[in-house]
């Protein structure tokens, strides 16, 4: 169960945070909890969780090790500070700030070669899916973004299936249109990496995903997790999902 706090919260806002949420998941063994907060709070963020269930992640990462890149992150500076995972390929990078499927595989591969566990998302817009493009452009992404990972580079990613008309929009994709578009991720994953990696894949769902309709969607097999915008940024809402 991943949050994705977007670019919310200060770095106080972050400590209080963790403050509330930590004695609500103590006992929420069922899974990983992970919190990606915006860069300058991570340090707030790994020193809050210390001693905890909850890992912290970043939101994105810039693929060299260092250099004159001004503005840019990379994967040691976030390792160095105890960053365990990273968002890649959200479909707000795709949208406003140039992400492509080759810039995807870059940060993936540049995330894992520097100890950080990727959730790397994929998802449809809303034209693609009413024009019946939905698996084509899952394809195109899952082709371009993430088959060029060797075998035992894929088996630390997470995939988050993100249909873009579901962000922060209050849509969610009913549980079984999110479980058709997993399913089909999974057979991608069983073309390329064979059928046991397939079922050991975790699929997240993540589009509006809010206390009173994971449940629903955590019902279905082929929904191993949830990747959560809104509802992560208060704690009592993103514990309810965690503890679904
Ligand atoms: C997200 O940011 O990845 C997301 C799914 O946002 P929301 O839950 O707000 O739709």
């Known amino acids: 169960m991943a949050g994705n706090w977007k670019m919310y919260k200060t770095a106080g806002e972050t400590t209080a945070f963790f403050e509330k949420i930590l ?27 210390a001693g905890s269930r909850v890992e912290v992640g970043a939101q994105n990462l810039y693929w060299a090790k260092e250099g004159a890149y001004t503005g840019e992150v990379s994967g040691p500076m976030l390792s160095a500070i105890g960053c365990r995972w990273v968002i890649i390929g959200h479909s707000e990078r795709r949208q406003y700030f140039g992400e492509t499927e080759e810039t995807v595989l870059k940060r993936t591969k540049a995330a894992l070669e520097h100890g950080l566990r990727p959730i790397v998302c994929v998802g449809e817009r809303l034209k693609e899916r ?9 394809q195109t992404q899952f082709e371009g973004g993430i088959a060029g990972l060797s075998e035992a580079e894929f088996a630390k990613v997470t995939i988050a299936y993100e249909p873009v008309w579901a962000i922060g929009t209050g849509k969610t994709a009913t549980p079984d249109m999110a479980a058709d578009a997993h399913r089909f991720l999974r057979g991608l994953v069983s073309a390329k990496y064979g059928a046991e990696a397939a079922s050991r ?10 206390p009173d309709n994971v449940k629903g969607l955590m ?26």
């Open 201 to 210: 894949t975790r699929i997240l769902y993540g589009g509006s995903v809010k």
């Open 23 to 49: 004695p609500l998941v103590a006992l929420s063994t069922h899974c990983d909890i992970v919190i990606a907060a915006p860069f300058v709070n991570l340090p707030a963020a790994v020193a809050a969780a």
């Open 130 to 138: 009413e024009s019946g493009n939905t698996d084509q452009v899952l």
């Open 219 to 244: 019902a279905q097999p082929e929904i191993d997790g949830a990747l959560v915008g809104g509802a992560s940024l208060d704690a009592a809402s993103f514990a309810t999902i965690v503890n679904f």
